[in-house]
Structure formats: structure tokens, C-alpha cells
């Protein structure tokens, strides 16, 4: 039985709504299937929600958090519909060419049918659930229309809005197939994220992944097989036009990310060779095997980063010059500055985690607050390179998510000689969020961190959305689980822990920040540079538009 929606909307169920709504309400008249769509992915995920948290639990989950199927169905969809709001806006100024446009589109309706094919994944896996335990139920009349009916209307406006700026209706046919796609792999891969790491995340939480690691992924593939299209076959045949021009930095975390997947997967095969072949010699010391697995892991590393990656980006997105080598030209071109934000970062972290690993271990603070410190530490980390080196912060945010990646794969694989090292180093910072088997805290600040600027690349028109991140985790987060944890009383749902006094809390701090960043962002000039890069995109647009002209 479905609860009504008053007993059915909570704290958390509006937030999130109003969020949508906030959105929904800037949008164009332009962009209304898109409104629509995300409406419906709305309703139908609150429904989803609703339905899970009154019925058998599907997946083990994290201990103690709500399942937060809506706020993961409809954060990715609403954050890309943002972004197309934007370049629309930059499209009608012509400052930005219509192939930009056409790629969020796809982002966006990508993205989407990653969360409702997920959706609809869930509402079969909790009827099969529910009819197991009673054979004689039967799902009723009510909640298969009413699913059909979304999944049929959601289905519908994607087809109107893909025929608008396809060419061809095999165009059409192609792209919803390519949409297709992308919500089998999404239900394929929480799937495989639920079972292979249970306990480390809610159904939400998970759901937000899986959409945004199957959307960047499938970003690369399809950018790789129109590469390999216009080089197989004329580039006059062909007429799809995929994707937007990628800066060197975007380029080389993209590239560094797909080696990190290939090598995790090529090692494991081999890993998996190596044990059937040896397996019968046991006259081999343990020690003597973890020395070749760590020099098969190593190597294997090395190659994968300095061979593999490289070629795929020289080859399919056009790099001049190794990858490594740009990199060190990059650094070089300023060297004063930057040289010294890294030696400022590392001293930086050196004298933080030291102090703080001595109080985790000898101190009876919670564990919750500790970790809010390196929330404050990477305030004062990001917050002048973003403003002074917006570009290099860029670049240090991929190579520090590379460094998070190799180190968590050593640590759940145990290389000898530093998995039981890192193992017992990371163990000092978890808590009831984390477990044994993936450690994601750390992740999680430095994607918070750092999507918002890796998303504000090219246009943009907002100053403080780069910031974004920072203020929401660095201060905001960190203010609402002080004043949560210390005095809060009121808590937004049943099952969750959030309390509307940190929530107060975290949007007063964060407000305070922004008021305070304001004046420094104009007296930095920084404001000034933003403006006159959007200048210099539309000059750029221009000229490229009368060029096309004359030809």
C-alpha cells in the first residue's frame, strides 16, 4: 500500500524537491521535454524510494543511512540540466557553438536513463522480492500504471527531444540506442557495486555513482569510436558529430582514469593466471610470492600509465606532444608559483595528517568530527589555488585522484611491501560510514571538491560555482556536523541522522563564506578574468562563424 504524500514527504523528500523545482523553474521554454523528464524521474523515484523503505531490504547497505533513492536518482539529471540551461543561454549570446549544446543535450538524457533504468531495476527487484515471501501477492492495479505510465512518458518526450536535434531518424534510432546502453550498464554496475561491496553505501548513494562513472565512461567511448570512425572511413560519411573540444588537462585525467580501469582489470586476469599455474608449488615461500605479485603489479602500473594511457590519448584525442612531457612543460611554464603551491600542499598535509593521526589514535574525539578538519583543510589547500591557479588546481585534482585510486588498489589487494602499511594508516580516519573492504571518505571531499570546477570549465557565467564544492564541504558540511552532532534535536526523517539544526547551521556558514568570498573574488580581479575569458570564447566564436562564412 502507498503512503499518502503528506505521511510519504519528509524533510529530506522536500529539500530535494525544492531543489528540482528551483531548477525546473529557470528553465526556457526551449528546454520544457527536458522539464518534463525530470519531473517524471522525480515522482518515480519517490515512489521508488517509498516503496523500498516500506518493503524487504534489497541490498546489505550502509548501517544507519536511508536509502536516498530520490536524492541519487535526480542529483546528476538536474546538475546537467543546469548546465544546458547555461549554455543555452550562451548559445543565444553566440558565444558558444551548437555542437556544445547538442553534447550536454546527450549528457543530460544520458544520464537520465542511467537513474531510470535503475529505477525500474529496483520497482521488478521489489516486486520479485515481495511475490517470493507471499506467493499469493500480486502487485496492485495502481502501482504498474502508474510505473508503466512514467517509464512510457519519460520514453516519449526523450524520442520528441533526440528527433529535434538529430538529422536523420537514424540518427534518432542510434542515439536512443546508445541510451539504451547506458541503462543496461547502469543497472549491470550497481549491481555488481552493491554485491561486491556491501555495507559501504546506501542504494542512493550508489545509484549516484554508477550514473556518473557510466556517464563519464561512455563520454570517452563514444569520443573514441567517432575517432576511430573519421579515421576508418572518410570523414565526409560522417555526419555525427560527437563531443566537445577537450582541454590538455581534461584530456589527461580522462586518460589516466581509463588506464587506471584497464590495468585493474588486465592485472586481475593475470593474477588469476598466475595463482592456477603456480598454485601446485607450495615449496615457494609466502614471501618470495607477494615479492612477484608486487613486481607483476608494479610493472604492469608503470606500463599501463606511461604506454597505454599516452597512446590513447595521442592517437584518439589528438595530443601533440607525450602527455608526460606536457605535464612537465606545464608545471614548468610558471615555475615559481607553482612550485611553490606544491611544496605549500605538502607541508601542508605532512603537518596535518601527522597531528591529526596522533589524536585518532590517542584521543576520544569522534571520529565524525575529526574527519571535519580535513574538510577545513582543504578549504585552506583549494581555496587560494583556485583563485591564483585555477588551471594547475585542474591538473593536481586528477593526479590526486590517481593517487587515491593506486593506493585504495593497494590496499584492498595487500601489495606487498605497503597494503598492510596504508591499510592500518587509512583504518585510523574510518568510522561507521567506511568499511573493511572500501574506504570512499576520502573520495568523496576530493570529487566534492573538485567536480564543480572540472564542471565549470569552458563557459561560465556564474563566478561562484567553481567554489562550490569547497563552501558546501569545507565549511558548510563541516558546520552542520559540529552544531548536528553537538545540538541537534529535530531530525529531517525516521531512519536518517540529519538534523535541521546542522542543516541551519551549514547554509547560515555557508552564506557567511560566500559573502565574504565575493569581495575578495573582485579585489583578486578574479571576476575580471572569468568575464574576459567569456569575451574571448565569443571573439573566438565569431571568428570561427565568419571564417565558415567566407569559405
Request: aromatic residues 12%.
Amino acid at each position: 500500500m502507498v503512503a499518502s504524500p503528506l505521511t510519504a514527504m519528509n524533510g529530506e523528500r522536500a529539500v530535494v524537491f525544492f531543489f528540482v523545482f528551483r531548477v525546473l523553474s529557470s528553465l526556457p521554454l526551449s528546454l520544457l521535454p527536458h522539464a518534463l523528464s525530470l519531473s517524471l524521474l522525480s515522482v518515480f523515484s519517490l515512489f521508488v524510494e517509498i516503496r523500498a523503505d516500506g518493503s524487504l531490504s534489497l541490498f546489505k547497505t550502509r548501517p544507519g543511512a536511508s536509502s536516498g533513492i530520490m536524492l541519487g536518482a535526480v542529483t546528476l539529471p538536474t546538475v546537467m540540466l543546469s548546465k544546458l540551461i547555461q549554455l543555452s543561454r550562451a548559445f543565444s549570446l553566440q558565444q558558444i557553438e551548437i555542437g556544445e549544446l547538442e553534447h550536454m543535450t546527450m549528457q543530460f538524457w544520458a544520464a537520465s536513463a542511467c537513474c531510470c533504468g535503475v529505477l525500474i531495476f529496483l520497482s521488478i527487484l521489489m516486486w520479485c522480492a515481495a511475490y517470493n515471501k507471499n506467493p499469493h501477492f500480486s502487485c496492485s492495479v495502481w502501482d504498474a500504471k502508474f510505473s508503466l505510465s512514467c517509464v512510457i512518458l519519460f520514453s516519449v518526450v526523450c524520442c520528441i527531444s533526440l528527433a529535434t536535434i538529430s538529422h536523420t531518424g537514424f540518427n534518432t534510432a542510434l542515439k536512443l540506442l546508445w541510451l539504451l546502453c547506458h541503462g543496461f550498464a547502469a543497472v549491470k554496475l550497481i549491481q555488481h557495486l552493491l554485491n561486491t561491496f556491501p555495507c559501504c553505501a546506501s542504494i542512493g548513494e550508489a545509484l549516484l555513482l554508477t550514473s556518473g562513472l557510466v556517464l563519464y565512461f561512455g563520454d570517452m567511448l563514444a569520443c573514441t569510436i567517432s575517432k576511430v570512425c573519421r579515421l576508418l572511413v572518410s570523414p565526409e560519411l560522417v555526419s555525427i558529430r560527437y563531443g566537445i573540444k577537450r582541454s590538455e588537462i581534461g584530456i589527461i585525467i580522462q586518460g589516466v582514469l581509463l588506464g587506471l580501469l584497464i590495468f585493474s582489470a588486465v592485472f586481475k586476469f593475470v593474477i588469476h593466471l598466475w595463482e592456477y599455474f603456480w598454485r601446485a608449488d607450495n615449496s615457494e615461500s609466502r614471501q618470495n610470492k607477494e615479492i612477484r605479485r608486487s613486481l607483476i603489479f608494479f610493472a604492469s602500473l608503470g606500463f599501463t600509465m606511461i604506454v597505454v594511457a599516452p597512446s590513447w590519448m595521442m592517437i584518439v584525442l589528438d595530443f601533440d606532444v607525450h602527455p608526460i612531457l606536457w605535464i612537465f612543460q606545464f608545471v614548468l611554464s610558471e615555475p615559481l608559483k607553482r612550485l611553490s603551491l606544491c611544496i605549500y600542499w605538502l607541508g601542508l598535509i605532512y603537518a596535518s595528517v601527522l597531528r591529526f593521526y596522533n589524536i585518532s589514535k590517542n584521543s576520544k574525539i569522534e571520529r565524525i568530527l575529526l574527519r571535519k578538519y580535513y574538510h577545513l583543510l582543504a578549504v585552506s589547500m583549494f581555496l587560494p589555488a583556485l583563485i591564483y591557479q585555477p588551471k594547475f588546481l585542474d591538473l593536481a585534482f586528477g593526479a590526486a585522484l590517481a593517487v587515491f585510486l593506486v593506493l585504495e588498489i593497494i590496499r584492498v589487494w595487500r601489495i606487498w611491501p605497503l597494503g598492510q602499511l596504508v591499510h592500518q594508516f587509512m583504518s585510523a580516519f574510518t568510522d561507521h560510514r567506511d568499511s573493511d573492504i572500501l574506504i570512499v571518505s576520502h573520495f568523496s571531499l576530493l570529487l566534492g571538491c573538485a567536480l564543480p570546477i572540472w564542471m565549470s570549465s569552458g563557459f561560465n557565467d556564474r563566478p561562484l560555482i567553481p567554489f562550490a564544492g569547497i563552501l558546501s564541504l569545507g565549511i558548510g558540511d563541516t558546520m552542520a556536523s559540529m552544531v548536528g552532532h553537538k545540538y541537534g534535536v529535530l531530525r529531517w526523517s525516521k531512519t536518517g541522522k540529519k538534523t535541521i539544526e546542522g542543516t541551519a547551521a551549514g547554509i547560515v556558514s555557508v552564506l557567511a563564506a560566500c559573502s565574504v568570498l565575493l569581495p575578495l573574488l573582485a579585489s583578486t580581479r578574479y571576476i575580471l578574468t572569468q568575464v574576459s575569458l567569456s569575451l574571448s570564447l565569443t571573439l573566438s566564436h565569431s571568428h570561427t562563424h565568419a571564417c565558415a562564412c567566407a569559405h
